[in-house]
């Protein structure tokens, strides 16, 4: 009975290792495109209008500052669990 | 006995956790029932609010039409926040905001930067003391602000914004309520910490990495690339540290200028 006992939570902690890795992963999935996205269109609005390159550009961080927010608590979470 | 179920010590390298942020007291306490400890990285804060307050003195204390030396820095930096930051963002009110805002740029960079300076390696902002507090102040100060300049129209504004069916009030009030009032706080604490901590374990890991691997003749090959590469990451620790304190400058920018002008 032990035994099984001391299975279970050899396997439970593998698995939380696991949950860790995948929390973090997952949660970077959608930054990752967000940030190629709002990245990508910010250079074309520079390339088109040069002159409006530092409204852009402040404007670009700020997009990425929220969208990075979200793998940010993924990573926090990572360590959470 | 099962192989699996033994609880055997991992072997081979120990890669570092969250416990290299737990650093120990040098002198600890009880202050009316609070345990206070003291440690390296409570002595770096005060380190870095004393760097920023020694830079800026010693550039106000030589005035001159010329500015030479730390001066030039000091100038740099109160101009970029003020063109960069506070007017183009809040527009032309933003100039009351400079000094709040070039403090809060000066102690946040300083702090990050002491991620990536020899002899201390430790970023102040990747404990949760010192963004949390930050973000409470911004928090209070973009209240402050919106009911200074609006009264207490600021947070019917906020919560039912004009020129939207009565109906959307429903679902819009109660995300306005969660995202302004809660949620940015949390996000503008959170971004700062988990940027200066994923920083400071990502060198942790590579560097302890490097010095694992040199200890194995098989493995020192792999040691090389791996050195080459910390090195590259430091030089991106020092770009996220500025980018960092530029972004929760531009964002207590941008919240203070959303209370103050209302939304038409």
């Known amino acids: ?35 190629g996205l709002v990245v990508g269109r910010a250079i074309e609005a520079m390339a088109r209008q040069p002159e409006a390159a530092g409204m852009v550009r402040t404007t670009m961080f700020l997009g990425i500052a929220f969208t990075e927010a979200l793998a940010l608590i993924g990573f926090v979470l990572a360590f959470i669990l | ?17 969250v416990e290299i942020f737990s650093l120990p007291c040098l002198a600890e306490g009880d202050v009316l029932g609070i345990h206070f400890c003291v440690d390296r990285g409570v002595i770096y804060m005060y380190l870095a609010a004393a760097i920023v307050i020694g830079l800026f003195v010693a550039a106000a204390a030589r005035p001159g039409l010329v500015p030479r030396g730390v001066r030039n820095l000091v100038e740099t930096t ?48 990747s404990r949760m003391a010192i963004p949390a507090f930050l973000a409470v102040l911004v928090w209070v100060l973009f209240l402050y602000a919106g009911v200074r300049s609006q009264g207490l129209k600021y947070f019917t504004g906020v ?22 009032f809660i949620l940015r706080p949390f996000t503008l604490a959170v971004r700062l910490l988990g940027n200066m901590m994923a920083g400071h374990l990502l060198l942790s890991v590579f560097f302890l990495g490097t010095a694992y691997m040199l200890g194995n003749p098989i493995s ?5 690339p791996a050195f080459v590469l910390s090195i ?30 209302p939304e038409h």
């Open chain 2, 232 to 261: 590259g990451l430091v030089a991106f620790e020092i770009l996220v540290a500025v980018l960092q304190a530029y972004i929760f400058t531009i964002l207590t920018a941008v919240y203070i200028a959303g209370a103050v002008h």
């Open chain 1, 1 to 35: 009975m032990g035994h099984v006992v001391s299975l279970v939570a050899e396997v439970s902690g593998e698995l939380n290792i696991l949950a860790r890795g995948l929390a973090y992963g997952l949660a970077a999935i959608g930054p990752g495109i967000g940030i």
């Open chain 2, 159 to 180: 919560l039912f914004p004009p020129g939207v069916p009565k109906v959307m009030y429903l679902l819009l009030t109660p995300i306005e309520l969660v995202s302004t």
């Open chain 2, 220 to 224: 020192i090959p792999f040691a090389v």
């Open chain 2, 78 to 125: 109160v101009d970029f926040v003020r063109e960069q930051i506070a007017v183009q963002v809040i527009g032309p009110e933003g100039q009351g905001w400079v000094p709040l805002l070039t403090a809060m740029f000066s102690f946040i960079l300083v702090g990050n930067l002491f991620g990536v300076i020899p002899g201390i390696q430790f970023p102040v902002n």
């Open chain 2, 1 to 17: 006995m099962n192989a699996l179920a033994q609880a055997a010590p991992r072997e081979g390298f120990e890669s570092p956790g």
